[in-house]
């Protein structure tokens, strides 16, 4: 089984480079959802949450309030390492668990810090990086998120810079100026290379 590490900045295209991969025979671990799923109601990274930062940063319905805490993270980096030390471990539990549940010739790790942490590259046969400009990230968390421009830019800035990305690439997707189809294409041609 091809272990193959997915990443690219934010408004990259990388979750709908995930996706396709996935339609076309690629078992995908969606680091970012498992994140997600730690932090709902009921979510096993709820109770330390609670605990650490208190009971404002926890909805009414028990979900941690993320938009409270993204400020807070922004502002306060000690923050970001506590909430990464509840987090984390949870997801790489739960990565494991799926890891050796899943029946593929390629097993793609969506994972946006990919590059900033260091626990990934032994893990790792390859690592493909989609990328863009950074004006393009711009527009596509915009139009996506409804973010105002310097929120998107703090976390372009919170992210490895595209230099450092690329240095650790395998494999580059460039994803900027075209298409859905021409992206699918591209995608397809890769994914026939990979033994799918």
């Known amino acids: 089984m091809l272990r193959l590490g997915l990443t690219g900045g934010v408004g990259s295209g990388k979750s ?3 996706r396709e991969l996935q339609s076309l025979g690629a078992a995908l671990i969606d680091a970012d959802a498992i994140s ?3 932090t709902l109601a009921n979510g096993s990274a709820m109770p330390a949450i609670a605990r650490q930062f208190g009971p404002h940063f926890v909805t009414p319905a028990g979900a941690m309030d993320r938009n409270r805490m993204r400020e807070h993270v922004f ?12 987090v984390h471990p949870l997801v790489q539990q739960e990565i494991r668990r799926q890891s050796d549940l899943a029946q593929s010739p390629c097993l793609v790790f969506d ?9 990934w590259r032994h893990q790792l046969d390859r690592i493909l990086i989609v990328d863009c400009t950074e004006e393009t990230q711009i527009r596509r968390v915009q139009a ?3 973010w105002e421009r310097v ?11 595209r230099e ?3 240095a650790a690439a395998d494999g580059v997707l460039w994803n900027d100026g075209v ?3 021409v992206l699918r294409h591209e995608v397809q041609r890769m994914a026939a290379r990979l033994g799918l």
């Open 111 to 119: 994972i946006p810090l990919l590059v900033e942490s260091p626990h």
């Open 75 to 86: 502002a306060h980096p000690e923050a970001r390492q506590a909430l990464e030390a509840i």
């Open 164 to 166: 450092h990305r690329l």
């Open 179 to 181: 298409d859905l189809q």
């Open 16 to 18: 709908t480079v995930a």
């Open 151 to 161: 929120a998107v830019e703090a976390v372009i800035r919170q992210q490895s810079a």
């Open 144 to 146: 996506r998120n409804g």
């Open 36 to 38: 997600r799923q730690c």
